[in-house]
C-alpha cells in the first residue's frame, strides 16, 4: 500500500500581497504582486491600469482602503480624469462589498456566460424564507438546485412562467383565465428595470452612454449594441 504525501512546511506564516483589478465587461482579471500596500505600490499599478485602459475610458470602483485616499494618489486620480471615473464606495456597503452580500452564481446562461449578480437584501431575506419552508418540506431533496417542485424536481423555465402567471392571476395583474392568459410576464420585469434605469439617468443629467456597459452588464449581455 502507498504511504500518505508528506509536506514539508516551516511552521513560519507568510502572506503575498496582491493589488488587483476585475474588469466586469471583459471579465478581465488585472492584478500586481507588491510587498506592502502603500500610495507608492498602489499608483503603480494604477499605472499598470492606464496602459489598458486610457485609450478607451473605465470607471473604477474602489474600497475604503487608507492608501486610496492619500494625496498623491488624489493628484493622479485628478491628472487621469479624461479617461478615468472613480467611485469611493461608502464605508459600510454589504450591497456591494463581496465578503458581506450574497452572489448568485449565473452559470451557462445566454451566450454561454457566466457571472456573480449582486442580490438586494430584500430578496436575499425573501429566499432565506423560502429555503426555511423548502427544508421543512424536503428534508432530503433528491436534487441539490435550491428551487424545487412539489415533487422535489428541478424548476425548469415553464414551469416558472406558468406559475407566475397563476400567481398574476390570483392578485389581480392578469383576468383569470384556465391557461396562461394575457399580462405581465417575467421578463416584463427586466425590461421595466432597464427603462426606469434609462429614464433616472437621463433625469440626472448622467452621460448615459457611459453608463450603458453597467446596465449591458447587468443584463449579461453578448455585446452593448445587443443590450
Known amino acids: 500500500m502507498g504511504h500518505a504525501p508528506e509536506v514539508p512546511v516551516t511552521g513560519q506564516r507568510k502572506s503575498v500581497k496582491i493589488l488587483?483589478?476585475?474588469?466586469?465587461?471583459?471579465?478581465?482579471?488585472?492584478?500586481?504582486?507588491?510587498?506592502?500596500f502603500?500610495?507608492?505600490?498602489?499608483?503603480?499599478?494604477?499605472?499598470?491600469?492606464?496602459?489598458?485602459?486610457?485609450?478607451?475610458?473605465?470607471?473604477?470602483?474602489?474600497?475604503?482602503?487608507?492608501?486610496?485616499?492619500?494625496?498623491?494618489v488624489g493628484h493622479w486620480f485628478d491628472a487621469n480624469r479624461d479617461w478615468l471615473e472613480v467611485h469611493q464606495l461608502p464605508p459600510y456597503s454589504p450591497e456591494f462589498v463581496k465578503d458581506s452580500a450574497?452572489?448568485?452564481?449565473?452559470?451557462?446562461?445566454?451566450?454561454?456566460?457566466?457571472?456573480?449578480v449582486p442580490v438586494h437584501a430584500s430578496t436575499l431575506a425573501a429566499l432565506?424564507?423560502?429555503?426555511?419552508?423548502?427544508?421543512?418540506?424536503?428534508?432530503?431533496?433528491?436534487?441539490?438546485?435550491?428551487?424545487?417542485?412539489?415533487?422535489?424536481?428541478?424548476?425548469?423555465?415553464?414551469?416558472?412562467?406558468?406559475?407566475?402567471?397563476?400567481?398574476?392571476?390570483?392578485?389581480?395583474?392578469?383576468?383569470?383565465?384556465?391557461?396562461?392568459?394575457?399580462?405581465p410576464r417575467l421578463q416584463d420585469m427586466r425590461h421595466r428595470?432597464?427603462?426606469?434605469?434609462?429614464?433616472?439617468w437621463y433625469r440626472a443629467g448622467l452621460d448615459v452612454e457611459r453608463e450603458l456597459p453597467k446596465l449591458s452588464f447587468d443584463f449579461g449581455a453578448e455585446h452593448i449594441a445587443r443590450s
Open 128 to 183: 432565506k424564507k423560502y429555503a426555511e419552508v423548502r427544508d421543512r418540506v424536503f428534508t432530503a431533496p433528491l436534487i441539490p438546485a435550491f428551487f424545487i417542485s412539489e415533487k422535489s424536481s428541478r424548476i425548469t423555465e415553464w414551469m416558472a412562467r406558468y406559475t407566475f402567471a397563476k400567481l398574476s392571476q390570483r392578485v389581480g395583474l392578469r383576468a383569470s383565465a384556465k391557461g396562461h392568459g394575457h399580462g
Open 20 to 36: 488587483g483589478a476585475i474588469d466586469l465587461w471583459d471579465t478581465r482579471f488585472h492584478y500586481r504582486q507588491e510587498p506592502v
Open 102 to 116: 450574497l452572489e448568485i452564481n449565473i452559470r451557462r446562461t445566454k451566450f454561454g456566460k457566466s457571472r456573480y
Open 38 to 72: 502603500n500610495a507608492l505600490t498602489y499608483l503603480a499599478f494604477l499605472e499598470q491600469l492606464a496602459e489598458q485602459y486610457r485609450h478607451r475610458g473605465a470607471i473604477l470602483i474602489q474600497d475604503g482602503a487608507s492608501y486610496h485616499k492619500k494625496e498623491e
Open 193 to 200: 428595470f432597464a427603462a426606469r434605469t434609462l429614464i433616472h
